[in-house]
């Protein structure tokens, strides 16, 4: 059974860092897509960054700039860091795996952690 877990969040305050950390238990992780997703209150989850098995990356608008996403092959373990946060970063924080595809859209990700919460003050 394959397993995804979030690790890494917390409180920060705004224009501070955060790494998150998503390990998962696939086989072949090199040949993952890695996204990450979020969800504030009251709002609809929202792809954030995706970075593919060839190292190809994608980012939301809103975090260009801000964020980096990274992974680790020997370690089956993707990255997030999050550099000059804002308030408006607070949300829970998901990661998904997907075979092969990397992009943008929930349904492309079979497996899902369940979820760091991130706040971020003013």
């Known amino acids: 059974q394959v397993q995804v877990e979030e690790s890494g969040g917390g409180l920060v305050q705004a224009g501070g860092s955060l790494r998150l950390s998503c390990a998962a238990s696939?086989?072949?992780?090199?040949?993952?897509?890695v996204g990450w997703f979020r969800q504030a209150p009251g709002k609809e989850r929202e792809f954030v960054a995706a970075i593919g098995w060839n190292d190809d990356r994608i980012y939301a608008d809103s975090v260009k700039g801000r964020f980096a996403i990274s992974r680790d092959n020997t370690k089956n373990t993707g990255y997030l860091q999050m550099s000059s946060l804002k308030p408006e970063d607070t949300a829970v924080y998901y990661c998904?795996?997907?075979?092969?595809?990397?992009?943008?859209?929930?349904?492309?990700?079979?497996?899902w952690g369940q979820g760091t919460q991130v706040t971020v003050s003013s």
């Open positions: 998904a795996a997907s075979f092969r595809r990397i992009g943008h859209l929930q349904n492309e990700y079979e497996y």
């Open positions: 696939v086989i072949r992780f090199n040949r993952y897509a």
